[in-house]
Structures are given as structure tokens and as C-alpha cells.
């Protein structure tokens, strides 16, 4: 069976932290850092069960139980690398939103708050992050950890969410308003007037497959049912630190799609001028 080669892409993510943190860098740099990474979460995450067989064997170490069955894809790889690279990643993708090199869009200022807000609280509060330590129910890190994790997954219902109003708000497309849209399976078709072109559209409706269909985004919903509908033991204690890193790892990935596909600030203005001129 191969091996995953995790320490190997850490080292990459480090030499990455660092250009990033030491200097300003060009959009076309920003651009080929995000394509390179963009293509590393599909390969490593979303493609790959490995990491994700590692998080369960450790909530399960940590009282949580996913009615799941994975299989790694390939050699089983430890909690130390599994982490060192989520924890990695997560500071990646962290130091290009804060910077701004991605997704900037106005419409979605909201998105940006929250995933700007969890990289300062998780960098003001290691419990976030931290793998080694349980919390009981009577503890504040077990309610913050939680909290946390539910916001972060609300973005996907959010974004919907957003093209909806929009898309209904100045008639670019006649859509029939429901109270049950799915990010993975309804965003694409509902925000069709959104994207740069119908290639874009293709290709980002050939992302929500990818993510779909992959055991990380389908353990990350099983856990948020889990935390929504199971019984907590009042005796045990639980930990879902590097659940959270993935979470957001998949969140800043679509975000990194949006970016590539979704019109620009003033493409969307355009848009919608031109559209309101014609009504």
C-alpha cells in the first residue's frame, strides 16, 4: 500500500508560510500558491480516504461514534503528520484569506467574517487545535469547540443561501424558492448566471462532485448530524479539534473554487445593471 507522503507536503506548506508571512507577493503569485494547494486538498483529501480513516480511529479514542465505515485509500498515517499537516494547511489558506490574496467578493462579506473570525479565535485559544487534551460537557472548550465547528459548517448553507437572494432579488434567473436547497447539489444550478462562463459553471459544478461524493466532506456531515441529534455521556470526554481543521480546510477550498469561477465585484454589478436596464 503507498504512503500518503504527508511530511513531505508539511515541508512544501512550511517554505509557503514563509514566503507568504515575509512578503507581499503579486496576484499571479497568490494565483498559482492557491492552484497548487486547490490541487493538493483534492489529491490528499477529497480524493483520498486516508486522512480522514485517521480522524475517526481518533474520535472514536475521543467518545464520538459516526455511524461511518471508511477504508484508507492508503498506508495509515499517524496523528502527529495528520495533524502537523491539517494545522499547516489551516495556516496556509489562514494567512491568504487575512491577506487577502482570495475571495473578496461583496456579496459574501458575511463568509469572509466568519472564516476570518475563526482564524482569530482559534489562534487566540489552542484548544482549538489541540489533540492531546478532552473536554467534559461542564467545560467551556467542549461548548467552544462545538460552536465553532457548526459555524464553520453553516457556511455551506449560507453561500446557498446567498445566491438565492441574489439571484432572485434582481431577477436574473426565475428560480423556484424552497426551504431544502443543498449546497453540493443545487448551487451550481441556481447561481448559473454568476459565473464567469459556461466553462466556469462546468467546472465548479465538476467540483461539487469531487466534493461530494468524497469520504472527508461525508464524515465532516456525519459528525455535524452526530453533534445535532446523538446523546453526549455526561462521563466521558470529547475532542474535535482536528475535525474543525478539516471543516475549514473544505470550506477555504470551495472558496478557493468560487473564486476561480464566480464573476468578480464588478462583473456582478454589470450584471445586474444590465439586467435592471432591460426589465
Given at each position: 500500500?503507498n504512503?500518503?507522503?504527508?511530511?513531505?507536503?508539511?515541508?512544501?506548506i512550511?517554505?509557503?508560510?514563509?514566503?507568504?508571512?515575509?512578503?507581499?507577493?503579486?496576484?499571479?503569485?497568490?494565483?498559482?500558491?492557491?492552484?497548487?494547494?486547490?490541487?493538493?486538498?483534492?489529491?490528499?483529501?477529497?480524493?483520498?480516504?486516508?486522512?480522514?480513516?485517521?480522524?475517526?480511529?481518533?474520535?472514536?479514542?475521543?467518545?464520538?461514534?459516526?455511524?461511518?465505515?471508511?477504508?484508507?485509500?492508503?498506508?495509515?498515517?499517524?496523528?502527529?503528520?495528520?495533524?502537523?499537516f491539517?494545522?499547516?494547511?489551516?495556516?496556509?489558506?489562514?494567512?491568504?484569506?487575512?491577506?487577502?490574496?482570495?475571495?473578496?467578493?461583496?456579496?459574501?462579506?458575511?463568509?469572509?467574517?466568519?472564516?476570518?473570525?475563526?482564524?482569530?479565535?482559534?489562534?487566540?485559544?489552542k484548544?482549538?487545535?489541540?489533540?492531546?487534551?478532552?473536554?467534559?460537557?461542564?467545560?467551556?472548550?467542549f461548548?467552544?469547540?462545538?460552536?465553532?465547528?457548526?459555524?464553520?459548517?453553516?457556511?455551506?448553507?449560507?453561500?446557498?443561501?446567498?445566491?438565492?437572494?441574489?439571484?432572485?432579488?434582481?431577477?436574473l434567473?426565475?428560480?423556484?424558492?424552497?426551504?431544502?436547497?443543498?449546497?453540493?447539489?443545487?448551487?451550481?444550478t441556481?447561481?448559473?448566471?454568476?459565473?464567469?462562463?459556461?466553462?466556469?459553471?462546468?467546472?465548479?459544478?465538476?467540483y461539487?462532485?469531487?466534493?461530494?461524493?468524497?469520504?472527508s466532506?461525508?464524515?465532516?456531515?456525519?459528525?455535524?448530524?452526530?453533534?445535532?441529534?446523538?446523546?453526549?455521556?455526561?462521563?466521558?470526554?470529547?475532542?474535535?479539534?482536528?475535525?474543525?481543521?478539516?471543516?475549514?480546510?473544505?470550506?477555504?477550498r470551495?472558496?478557493?473554487?468560487?473564486?476561480?469561477?464566480?464573476?468578480?465585484?464588478?462583473?456582478?454589478?454589470?450584471?445586474?445593471?444590465?439586467?435592471?436596464?432591460?426589465?
Amino acid at each position: 500500500m503507498n504512503d500518503l507522503r504527508l511530511p513531505e507536503y508539511s515541508q512544501k506548506i512550511k517554505q509557503l508560510i514563509k514566503i507568504i508571512k515575509n512578503k507581499k507577493i503579486k496576484q499571479t503569485e497568490a494565483e498559482d500558491i492557491l492552484f497548487f494547494v486547490a490541487n493538493m486538498i483534492d489529491d490528499l483529501i477529497l480524493r483520498d480516504s486516508t486522512i480522514s480513516y485517521r480522524l475517526n480511529m481518533n474520535l472514536v479514542k475521543n467518545n464520538r461514534v459516526l455511524d461511518i465505515d471508511i477504508k484508507p485509500t492508503k498506508k495509515i498515517v499517524s496523528t502527529k503528520d495528520t495533524h502537523e499537516f491539517l494545522y499547516l494547511l489551516k495556516t496556509l489558506l489562514s494567512l491568504m484569506s487575512i491577506k487577502n490574496y482570495f475571495f473578496n467578493l461583496y456579496i459574501y462579506s458575511e463568509i469572509k467574517m466568519i472564516v476570518n473570525y475563526y482564524i482569530n479565535k482559534s489562534s487566540k485559544n489552542k484548544y482549538y487545535d489541540s489533540v492531546n487534551e478532552r473536554f467534559a460537557i461542564n467545560e467551556l472548550e467542549f461548548h467552544d469547540q462545538i460552536l465553532m465547528f457548526k459555524y464553520l459548517y453553516s457556511i455551506f448553507d449560507k453561500l446557498m443561501f446567498i445566491n438565492v437572494f441574489i439571484v432572485d432579488k434582481y431577477n436574473l434567473k426565475s428560480i423556484d424558492k424552497k426551504d431544502n436547497y443543498i449546497f453540493t447539489k443545487d448551487f451550481d444550478t441556481v447561481s448559473m448566471q454568476l459565473f464567469k462562463t459556461t466553462v466556469k459553471k462546468l467546472e465548479f459544478a465538476d467540483y461539487l462532485k469531487v466534493l461530494n461524493r468524497s469520504v472527508s466532506f461525508h464524515y465532516i456531515r456525519k459528525l455535524r448530524n452526530n453533534l445535532e441529534h446523538w446523546f453526549t455521556d455526561p462521563k466521558s470526554k470529547y475532542n474535535i479539534s482536528l475535525e474543525t481543521e478539516l471543516l475549514f480546510v473544505l470550506v477555504a477550498r470551495t472558496l478557493i473554487q468560487m473564486h476561480r469561477d464566480l464573476k468578480n465585484d464588478q462583473e456582478l454589478l454589470k450584471l445586474i445593471k444590465l439586467n435592471q436596464f432591460n426589465k
